[in-house]
């Protein structure tokens, strides 16, 4: 079966001029076109897309994206180039996801700070405890009013 740029647009969640930037960037070297002209998809195509979809997700750069659409378009030899990029992609995802980890973290301390029934001493101990920091090393109040 062969679908339309409009109908993988609404299968994928992508736009349409999306799908064709990707296609202009050499993404979608996979994806055939009819008599017309017009792109014509397979569910081959759409299992790329989603690869490609979960790689720019993941904050892959294009080029290393392209690179990896070559890779595949290389057939079985080049799996370990496959692996090797996909490696250091994954490394990359995981020390992303460790400092997203760290931050929530934060949010979620600030939030129970903020929920807490004694939230207003809590934040006005922190506020004269900068202030006085502030004063012994002699810098202007951030809390001062202007």
């Not at 993988?8 to 960037?25: F, M, N, P």
């Not at 014509?40 to 294009?62: A, G, P």
């Not at 490696?87 to 929920?115: C, F, G, P, S, W």
Request: glycine share 4%; charged share 30%.
């Amino acid at each position: 079966m062969t679908y339309s740029i409009k109908e993988v647009a609404e299968k994928t969640g992508l736009s349409i001029y999306t799908l064709r930037y990707y296609d202009k960037q050499g993404l979608l070297p996979f994806v055939s076109r009819n008599e017309a002209g017009y792109r014509e998809f397979t569910d081959s195509d759409l299992n790329f897309i989603h690869t490609i979809c979960c790689l720019k997700n993941t904050d892959m750069k294009i080029k290393d994206i392209k690179k990896y659409i070559g890779y595949c378009m290389q057939g079985a030899a080049s799996i370990d180039n496959r692996k090797r990029l996909l490696l250091k992609h994954r490394q990359e995802v995981l020390a992303k996801q460790r400092l997203l980890a760290d931050n929530l973290k934060e949010i979620d301390y600030k939030l129970h700070v903020y929920t807490d029934p004694n939230s207003q001493a809590i934040i006005d101990r922190e506020v004269a405890y900068v202030q006085d920091e502030k004063a012994q090393n002699h810098l202007a109040d951030p809390f001062a009013v202007k």
